[in-house]
């Protein structure tokens, strides 16, 4: 029987790739992983990532075979760090270290002493190439973006519904992107609940409640827009938000994250200022920084927002947040 402990579970490899580094560890604990511990995005993002250290370790003469030098690791990572971000290099990195816990964990080479010495050199390093926070899209220039649409354009009224969503419920672009029919409940004189069943800080499935509420009266209450939105769409299997054809005809097909930054760019732009710049991330940014505008507290921040550390709420203080409780606005 051929002995399989050298080589990569395919949850990660893609299973018509042939290459050095495929197929599998035991069938049952990868139906675990996959069923249980990663999401979707977390398995994607993985594979992606050990594709291309193999391509790197092909391309450069290396062995693939586990476990894998850290000289070889190292290298690569150093090679990464040039082009990419680090949170980029991180994410590798611990794809790396998730395919040696299936075996070999005692020889892990993400966690040898070289590898710990190159992140720490790398994270201060290459520091200044990290991208820059997503701009916040503040309630007031939320709702200039919302009055730029036409209520009569049915891209725009999916285009409003995205946004108030999106910024209500403090939601992330993988989980606005997957928001499904099913996913939102009515709840008489309140709003919808919208339950998110996974996220990035929720692997494992338990859920999210996040709370939509209706803004009576107003041009941008999030449960309206919802409404009209839903009005349009005669088929409501699947994904909530889909793309458009010619005519202004909705199709079946789910919006993707690309689409999903071109509009917000298109729409939410500012026509004073051509260098501000939004992205998904701004709807979310946008809510967290106009609650702490309002000096809401950050437990009720929280509830909404779904992070579970406090402290992560201050990688949310944008520029205009100097100007809060600071001594020279007093002097």
């Not at 009209?228 to 079946?252: A, Q, V």
């Not at 944008?318 to 001594?327: E, G, H, S, V």
Request: with cysteine.
């Amino acid at each position: 029987m051929e002995n399989r402990d050298n080589q990569l579970p395919d949850i990660f490899i893609d299973s018509a790739r042939q290459s050095n580094l495929e197929q599998q560890v035991n069938d049952s604990v990868i139906e675990t992983i996959a069923n249980f511990k990663y999401a979707d995005r977390t398995i994607d993002n993985y594979r992606a990532s050990l594709i291309n250290f193999e391509n790197y370790c092909l391309v450069n003469g290396y062995d693939c075979q586990l476990p894998i030098a850290p000289e070889v690791v190292a290298n690569y990572l150093e090679d990464i760090a040039h082009t990419y971000k680090m949170s980029v290099v991180e994410q590798r990195l611990y794809a790396i270290r998730v395919l040696h816990s299936f075996s070999h964990k005692d020889l892990d080479p993400t966690r040898h002493v070289l590898i710990s010495l190159l992140m720490d050199s790398l994270r201060r390093k290459y520091k200044e190439q990290k991208l820059k926070k997503a701009r916040a899209l503040m309630l007031d220039d939320l709702i200039r973006s919302i009055n730029s649409l036409d209520p009569e354009n049915p891209m725009h009224i999916r285009d409003k519904a995205i946004l108030l969503l999106g910024w209500y419920g403090a939601l992330r672009a993988s989980e606005l992107l997957n928001v499904k029919f099913e996913h939102l409940e009515l709840v008489p004189g309140k709003g919808y609940l919208l339950i998110v069943p996974f996220s990035k800080t929720d692997q494992t499935g338990d859920g999210l409640y996040k709370a939509i509420p209706y803004k009576e009266g107003k041009s941008y209450c999030p449960v309206t827009a919802i409404d009209n939105y839903r009005s349009l769409i005669e088929n409501e299997d699947g994904h909530l938000f889909r793309t458009f054809k010619k005519g202004g005809i909705i199709t079946d097909r789910n919006l993707d994250i690309r689409n999903l930054n071109r509009m917000i760019k298109r729409v939410c732009s500012d026509p004073h200022n051509s260098e501000i710049e939004y992205s998904s991330h701004s709807l979310r940014a946008g809510f967290v920084t106009t609650c702490q505008d309002k000096d809401i507290t950050d437990y009720a921040i929280m509830n909404q927002t779904g992070h579970k550390d406090i402290r992560t709420l201050a990688h949310y203080n944008r520029p205009l947040d100097i100007w809060r409780n600071n001594a020279v606005t007093t002097l």
